[in-house]
């Protein structure tokens, strides 16, 4: 059964810092790039970041450049979002995507859905 566990998400002051997990199994990690996704009330489902499986080359998308890491661990399946430097703005539920032929943040491309961890940014 494939599986995409994301962790890290909670309740933050504007200009903190918080790290996500997306933890998966089930199917060949290392294959597969992994996305980060991000859903505000009212609004649609975007794209954040992302990280191809060959070379662990990275996008991100322009909100979040310069404050946002992406980084994958494939000894341990796992894929972090270390956020830094965050914003009201930035308050959403956050999703981590896995895309077999993935390599920009298009939501058609990607498999595996997590069921995603809330960030909530206090001003």
């Known amino acids: 059964e494939v599986q995409l566990v994301e962790s890290g998400g909670g309740l933050v002051q504007a200009g903190g810092s918080l790290r996500l997990s997306c933890a998966a199994s089930g199917f060949t990690f290392d294959d597969y790039a992994i996305g980060w996704f991000r859903q505000a009330p009212g609004k649609e489902r975007e794209g954040v970041s992302c990280?191809?499986?060959?070379?662990?080359?990275?996008y991100y998308a322009d909100s979040v450049k310069g404050r946002f890491t992406i980084s994958r661990d494939n000894a341990k399946n796992t894929v972090f979002l270390q956020m830094n430097s965050l914003k009201p703005e930035d308050t959403a539920i956050y999703y981590c995507?896995?895309?077999?032929?993935?390599?920009?943040?298009?939501?058609?491309?990607?498999?595996?859905w997590g069921q995603g961890t809330q960030v909530t940014v206090s001003s």
């Open positions: 995507a896995a895309g077999y032929e993935a390599g920009t943040l298009s939501r058609a491309l990607y498999d595996y």
């Open positions: 990280i191809s499986s060959k070379d662990g080359s990275t």
